[in-house]
């Protein structure tokens, strides 16, 4: 009997350790597997929630609505910078599109945890795979984090949040590490993570797909600036450009006009004029930049391009105020300084491709590649004209409504669509077409 016995508690006993017993286990710790739950609860929607906004962020920032963001605070601590890096997206996805749907599985998991109080199958495949997935989230965050502050240079504080709690998830796992099932095994480990793959794949998916469908739109103008006109395909109405401009905004061809010439790109005699206005230290401002290069090369010869400054700098702007791009107006004054000697375009490309690294000493390093003197650089920094014609650009978009960078207006239309290729060249072809 006591043989019997004593083998049937044994049995019992291992089955709880193994967290295959039909009973959840005995707290061995203050920390109980409610507070667990609720803890972990609580830290995934905090999660999602800042997942969110971050993707919500990004959206803005490609579509050219997001210099009021919170989380732009200087040239370090700036969404936008973050948003502007190679490493924002993965295969065309954002991050924030991963990040829900790492705590949605999270979130998932908590729930099946809570449902099955451990026990059996589910339990111990929901407690182990929170735990495997806790951790790979920290990993993540600590790559994304030296990327950000050693490569970008810059950190966004939404995404370091994030940061946070995935952090504050593993000291969570830490202390209820008493309530995990053990031993971990393959199968629950597999399929807890094969979950969270099958969620992040259908993002991902839905995310492509609702991009695509939004790109096939026509592009977007400010509403008071468009007319609705009947399209043949569907009979359906569509905004698009005005016939005559909404607003006249004047362009200086000249050394010798208004404050100074106004250095564009592509056919002068152009019915389709392109005016945007950017500030160096823009990170969107830099994206912008790269897209306009291949729209230059595709329509050089039926639009016209006209670059113009409105630094986000107190030095030369007066709506600033405090310290947000400081270098903004010194190299603007450089740029046109390389300008004077026909080195607008390349000091331009050098400047957006360094400005992350914006100094005062990088602005004249790039002015040097391009072939300026340092007594030419000298003369262009004390220059009165120069400073008016900075000015007079900020005045044109205080007149236009402009409060951010970049700004884009197609013949006096203000563009607020997608400022992707395709897009700006869907904007531009209706202008064509109107133009004829």
């Given amino acids: 009997m006591s043989g019997r016995g004593s083998s049937g508690h044994g049995s019992s006993a291992e089955s709880q350790s193994d967290g295959d017993s039909r009973h959840p286990l005995t707290p061995t710790s203050g920390f109980s597997f409610s507070m667990s739950l609720f803890l972990d609860a609580a830290l995934a929607l905090l999660g999602l929630a800042l997942s969110a906004y971050a993707l919500r962020h990004h959206l803005a920032f490609k579509a050219g609505t997001s210099a009021d963001a919170v ?67 920290v990993v993540v965050s600590v790559v994304l984090a030296v990327i950000s502050l050693v490569i970008v240079k810059s950190f966004c504080l939404v ?59 026509p592009p977007a103008l400010n509403p008071q600036s468009a007319q609705t006109i009947s399209s043949p395909p569907g009979n ?78 107190q030095a030369c702007n007066k709506n600033i105020r405090g310290k947000f791009h400081e270098h903004s107006c010194l190299i603007a004054t450089i740029a046109r300084c390389a300008g004077q000697y026909g080195k607008f375009w390349e000091y331009q490309e050098l400047a957006f491709a360094g400005h992350a690294s914006a100094s005062a000493e990088n602005a004249e390093k790039w002015a040097r590649a391009v072939g300026l003197s340092q007594d030419a650089i000298a003369t262009c920094k004390k220059s009165p004209d ?47 077409a109107q133009a004829k």
């Avoid at 970049?406 to 904007?427: C, E």
Wanted: hydrophobic share 50%; aromatic share 8%; proline share 4%.
């Fill in 71 to 137: 989380c732009n605070v200087n040239d370090r601590v700036s969404c936008d910078a973050v948003a502007a890096s190679q490493y924002s997206e993965i295969a065309g996805v954002p991050l924030g599109v991963f990040g829900i749907a790492f705590f949605a599985v999270l979130l998932l998991l908590n729930i099946v945890r809570t449902a099955s109080a451990r026990s059996g199958f589910l339990g111990r495949m929901s407690s182990q795979g929170h735990a495997v997935l806790v951790a790979s989230g």
């Fill in 159 to 217: 995404c370091s949040g994030i940061y946070v709690v995935c952090l504050l998830l593993a000291v969570s796992l830490h202390l209820g590490r008493s309530q995990l099932a053990r031993p971990f095994r393959v199968l629950p480990v597999v399929t807890g993570l094969a979950l969270a793959a099958v969620v992040t794949a259908i993002s991902a998916v839905s995310y492509l797909e609702f991009t695509k469908a939004a790109a096939s739109r």
């Fill in 236 to 313: 359906q109405s569509v905004p698009q450009l005005p016939q005559q401009p909404m607003r006249v905004i004047p362009l200086a061809r000249t050394a010798y006009s208004g404050a100074g010439e106004d250095f564009r790109y592509g056919n002068e005699q152009a019915k389709v004029i392109i005016h945007e206005f950017v500030d160096f230290q823009c990170p969107a401002c830099a994206v912008l930049a790269s897209t306009i290069k291949t729209l230059k090369d595709r329509y050089g010869s039926r639009v016209l391009f006209v670059f113009r400054n409105y630094p986000l700098d």
């Fill in 386 to 432: 120069i400073l008016t014609k900075l000015k007079d650009d900020v005045e044109v978009a205080d007149s236009l409504g402009v409060t951010g960078t970049p700004a884009i207006f197609i013949n006096g239309a203000v563009y607020n669509g997608d400022r992707s290729v395709d897009a700006l060249s869907a904007a531009i072809e209706f202008a064509l």
